[in-house]
T-cell receptor, first 115, second 111 residues
């Protein structure tokens, strides 16, 4: 079985450009999470979806960040306009459901560099 | 406002010895804890978990200990192997809530 698939693996862009990160969760999983990894804060939850519906987006840094999940097999995280401080590794994860005891399965991440 | 803290950014251990990775948390509502392991250029993968009704959970060479009164958990790896070299993340959650992750500890096992 394929795991969580993220694209692109690496993204280099210039400040002010729009960036779109993509994620395909594991088939049958009902919850999808977007995390950002930085040295200072570790893995921060940005937003998560249950059954394609955003449940908690309190971790989204600011209005420049938006996420969608149009169907059960696809999600995007968009940054517009991007800034150098957005440079980080962005992970998508999925689980059967968002509840106690449910393990998260992570994708390989997108390394974003904003110059 | 980091609710889960891993105060040691790195740890080096000799092969065959015990590795002890520590994690502290602040939220007394947390009742489920996990450790994830991450290799470079890969996503984190689940390693071991423990619920708050237990104080120890063991899986092969890996044991997680939970001290609720101290709000502290630790991961023991015995014996440590070079393939264990990775970044280890501690995570915690409260009922019906999201997981909060620590900043990670980079473990190097020296052959």
């Amino acid at each position: 079985d394929a795991g969580v698939i993220q694209s692109p693996r690496h993204e280099v862009t210039e400040m002010g450009q729009e960036v779109t990160l993509r994620c395909k969760p594991i088939s049958g999983h009902n919850s999808l999470f977007w995390y950002r990894q930085t040295m200072m804060r570790g893995l921060e939850l940005l937003i998560y979806f249950n059954n394609n519906v955003p449940i908690d987006d309190s971790g989204m840094p600011e209005d420049r960040f938006s996420a969608k999940m149009p169907n059960a097999s696809f999600s995007t995280l968009k940054i517009q306009p991007s800034e150098p401080r957005d440079s980080a590794v962005y992970f998508c994860a999925s689980s059967l459901f968002a509840g106690v005891g449910e393990k998260l399965f992570f994708g390989s991440g997108t390394q974003l560099s904003v110059l | 406002d980091q609710q889960v803290k891993q105060n040691s950014p790195s740890l080096s251990v000799q092969e065959g010895r015990i590795s002890i990775l520590n994690c502290d948390y602040t939220n007394s509502m947390f009742d489920y804890f996990l450790w994830y392991k991450k290799y470079p250029a890969e996503g984190p993968t689940f390693l071991i978990s423990i619920s708050s009704i237990k104080d120890k959970n063991e899986d092969g060479r890996f044991t997680v200990f939970l001290n609720k009164s101290a709000k502290h958990l630790s991961l023991h790896i015995v014996p440590s192997q070079p393939g264990d070299s990775a970044v280890y993340f501690c995570a915690a959650s409260a009922p019906g809530n999201q997981f909060y992750f620590g900043t990670g500890t980079s473990l190097t096992v020296i052959p």
